[in-house]
C-alpha cells in the first residue's frame, strides 16, 4: 500500500482547555486555582489559541493537512447552568466554519476532559442529572455541527473515569483505576449522546475515543492484566459496539505484573511524561480496538512528549509503519491525527512539549517545528 485508503483522515489534535487560555468557568480551572496536588502549574493563557485559531488552522492546511480534531469547551457554551453564551456559540460556530473553508474537515470533540464547575459542584458525573445536563449542551451546539462528518463525544473515558481517585488525593505511581461508577455514566451518556445526534444531525459519524494502553502482560501475569485490561479499557471499547467508528489514543505500551501496572524496564528510554518510548504499541491499540469494537478506527491520538524534533520524526515514522502493519493485516483505519498541533498545556505542566509547533510563552508566537511539513507530506496524495 503506497498510499493512504480514499477520504483517509490526515490532521492534527488539539483540546480546548489545553490551549485556549482563560477557561474560568471550568473545574479545572478551580484545581488549577486551589493548587491540588496533580496541578503544579497553572493554565493561565495557555497559548491563547481562543483569539488565535486562524493562525493555528492556517499552520495545519499550509502544511499539507486535510484534518483538524479540536474540542468544544461546554463550560465556556454553558458558564452557568442552563445560560447559554451566545458569543462561545458564535465563536466554536465560527471555527467550524474556518476550519471548511481551509479544507480542513473538522472533528469535533465535545468534551475533553473539562466541565462547567457548576457541574462538578453539582456532584459531577455521579450527580442525578448528569447525563441529562451533558445532553441538554450537546443539543446547544448541535447548529455548529453544519458540515461536521465526525463527532467525538467524550475524550477518554477511561482516564477521566480516574478523576475521582485523583481527587480523593490518590498518589500511587502511574495512573490509578478508573472509578466504576463514573465510568458507567460516561457510557450511559456516551450512548444518549449518540442517540440523539442520530436523530437530530443524522448527516455525523459519532465515535468517542479510548485511551489505548496496550497492556502486556509478564509472564505469569496473563490473567491479571486480562482482568485489568478490561476494567480500564476494554468495558470503554465495547461501549463503542454499534458506534460509526472508535477513536484509539495510543501513546506507549504498559507492561502488567501479577501486582498490577510495572513502571518501564529498567534502562528504557523514556519521554518527557516518563513514559516508555514504544512507538509500535500504535500498532497493537489499533488491532485491540478493532477487534473488540468490531467497527473502523480512527487514529484519533498519537504523539510523544520530547524537546527533540528529530526523535518525533523518528517515532512517528515507526508508529505509522506500525499502522501500516495493521492495516495490510486487516484492520481498517480510517484515518491518523497527531497529539498535538501545538505545544500546550499538559494537564497540569507546560514543560512536556507533545507539538508539532512550538509555542513562545510570553509573546504566543508560533514556530512551527521541522516535523509538521515533514508529516504534513506522508499524508494522502490526490488520485492521479
Ligand atoms: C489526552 C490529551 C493529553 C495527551 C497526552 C491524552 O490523554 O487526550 O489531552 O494531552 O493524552 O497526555
Same mark, same amino acid.
Given at each position: 500500500?503506497?498510499?493512504?485508503?480514499?477520504?483517509?483522515?490526515?490532521?492534527?489534535?488539539?483540546?480546548?482547555?489545553?490551549?485556549?487560555?482563560?477557561?474560568?468557568?471550568?473545574?479545572?480551572?478551580?484545581?488549577?486555582?486551589?493548587?491540588?496536588?496533580?496541578?503544579?502549574? @497553572?493554565?493561565? %493563557?495557555?497559548? +491563547?489559541?481562543? #483569539?488565535?485559531? =486562524?493562525?493555528?488552522?492556517? &499552520? /495545519? *492546511? !499550509?502544511?499539507?493537512?486535510?484534518?483538524?480534531?479540536?474540542?468544544?469547551?461546554?463550560?465556556?457554551?454553558?458558564?452557568?447552568?442552563?445560560?447559554?453564551?451566545?458569543?462561545?456559540?458564535?465563536?466554536?460556530?465560527?471555527?467550524?466554519?474556518?476550519?471548511?473553508?481551509?479544507?480542513?474537515?473538522?472533528?469535533?470533540?465535545?468534551?475533553?476532559?473539562?466541565?462547567?464547575?457548576?457541574?462538578?459542584?453539582?456532584?459531577?458525573?455521579? @450527580?442525578?442529572? %448528569?447525563?441529562? +445536563?451533558?445532553? #441538554?449542551?450537546? =443539543?446547544?451546539?448541535?447548529? &455548529? /455541527? *453544519? !458540515?461536521?462528518?465526525?463527532?467525538?463525544?467524550?475524550?477518554?473515558?477511561?482516564?477521566?473515569?480516574?478523576?475521582?481517585?485523583?481527587?480523593?488525593?490518590?498518589?500511587?505511581?502511574?495512573?490509578?483505576?478508573?472509578?466504576?461508577?463514573?465510568?458507567?455514566?460516561?457510557?450511559?451518556?456516551?450512548?444518549?449522546?449518540?442517540?440523539?445526534?442520530?436523530?437530530?444531525?443524522?448527516?455525523?459519524?459519532?465515535?468517542?475515543?479510548?485511551?489505548?494502553?496496550?497492556?502486556?502482560?509478564?509472564?505469569?501475569?496473563?490473567?491479571?492484566?486480562?482482568?485489568?485490561?478490561?476494567?480500564?479499557?476494554?468495558?470503554?471499547?465495547?461501549?463503542?459496539?454499534?458506534?460509526?467508528?472508535?477513536?484509539?489514543?495510543?501513546?506507549?505500551?504498559?507492561?502488567?505484573?501479577?501486582?498490577?501496572?510495572?513502571?518501564?524496564?529498567?534502562?528504557?528510554?523514556?519521554?518527557?511524561?516518563?513514559?516508555?518510548?514504544?512507538?509500535?504499541?500504535?500498532?497493537?491499540?489499533?488491532?485491540?480496538?478493532?477487534?473488540?469494537?468490531?467497527?473502523?478506527?480512527?487514529?484519533?491520538?498519537?504523539?510523544?512528549?520530547?524537546?527533540?524534533?528529530?526523535?518525533?520524526?523518528?517515532?512517528?515514522?515507526?508508529?505509522?509503519?506500525?499502522?501500516?502493519?495493521?492495516?495490510?493485516?486487516?484492520?481498517?483505519?480510517?484515518?491518523?491525527?497527531?497529539?498535538?498541533?501545538?505545544?500546550?498545556?499538559?494537564?497540569?505542566?507546560?514543560?512536556?512539549?507533545?507539538?508539532?509547533?512550538?509555542?513562545?510563552?510570553?509573546?504566543?508566537?508560533?514556530?512551527?517545528?521541522?516535523?509538521?511539513?515533514?508529516?504534513?507530506?506522508?499524508?494522502?496524495?490526490?488520485?492521479?
Amino acid at each position: 500500500m503506497d498510499n493512504w485508503p480514499a477520504g483517509f483522515l490526515w490532521g492534527a489534535a488539539t483540546s480546548a482547555h489545553q490551549t485556549e487560555g482563560d477557561n474560568r468557568n471550568s473545574d479545572w480551572w478551580s484545581f488549577e486555582q486551589a493548587g491540588l496536588h496533580f496541578v503544579p502549574e @497553572a493554565s493561565g %493563557a495557555a497559548v +491563547d489559541s481562543y #483569539r488565535r485559531w =486562524e493562525q493555528d488552522m492556517d &499552520l /495545519l *492546511a !499550509g502544511a499539507g493537512f486535510s484534518d483538524y480534531r479540536f474540542s468544544i469547551e461546554w463550560a465556556r457554551i454553558e458558564p452557568s447552568r442552563g445560560e447559554l453564551s451566545s458569543t462561545a456559540l458564535e465563536h466554536y460556530g465560527a471555527m467550524v466554519r474556518g476550519a471548511l473553508a481551509r479544507g480542513l474537515r473538522p472533528l469535533v470533540t465535545l468534551h475533553h476532559f473539562t466541565h462547567p464547575l457548576w457541574f462538578h459542584e453539582a456532584g459531577g458525573w455521579l @450527580a442525578p442529572d %448528569a447525563v441529562a +445536563d451533558f445532553c #441538554r449542551y450537546v =443539543e446547544a451546539v448541535l447548529p &455548529l /455541527l *453544519a !458540515g461536521v462528518e465526525r463527532v467525538c463525544t467524550i475524550n477518554e473515558p477511561n482516564i477521566l473515569a480516574i478523576l475521582p481517585a485523583l481527587l480523593a488525593g490518590d498518589d500511587t505511581h502511574g495512573l490509578p483505576a478508573p472509578d466504576l461508577a463514573t465510568g458507567t455514566v460516561l457510557i450511559e451518556a456516551h450512548h444518549a449522546v449518540r442517540e440523539l445526534l442520530r436523530e437530530r444531525a443524522p448527516h455525523v459519524r459519532v465515535g468517542w475515543s479510548v485511551a489505548c494502553q496496550s497492556f502486556e502482560p509478564e509472564l505469569g501475569a496473563e490473567d491479571v492484566c486480562a482482568r485489568l485490561a478490561h476494567d480500564r479499557e476494554g468495558r470503554y471499547l465495547e461501549a463503542a459496539r454499534g458506534d460509526a467508528w472508535i477513536g484509539v489514543q495510543s501513546y506507549t505500551r504498559t507492561r502488567v505484573g501479577i501486582d498490577g501496572p510495572l513502571p518501564p524496564p529498567e534502562g528504557a528510554r523514556l519521554t518527557l511524561t516518563g513514559w516508555e518510548y514504544a512507538p509500535r504499541a500504535l500498532g497493537a491499540a489499533v488491532r485491540t480496538a478493532a477487534r473488540v469494537t468490531g467497527v473502523p478506527v480512527v487514529v484519533t491520538e498519537n504523539g510523544l512528549a520530547t524537546d527533540d524534533d528529530a526523535l518525533r520524526r523518528a517515532y512517528t515514522a515507526e508508529a505509522l509503519a506500525a499502522l501500516r502493519d495493521a492495516m495490510a493485516h486487516g484492520v481498517d483505519v480510517q484515518g491518523y491525527f497527531h497529539w498535538s498541533l501545538l505545544d500546550n498545556y499538559e494537564w497540569g505542566r507546560f514543560g512536556p512539549t507533545f507539538g508539532l509547533v512550538a509555542v513562545d510563552r510570553t509573546t504566543f508566537e508560533r514556530h512551527p517545528k521541522p516535523s509538521l511539513s515533514w508529516l504534513g507530506a506522508l499524508g494522502p496524495r490526490p488520485p492521479h
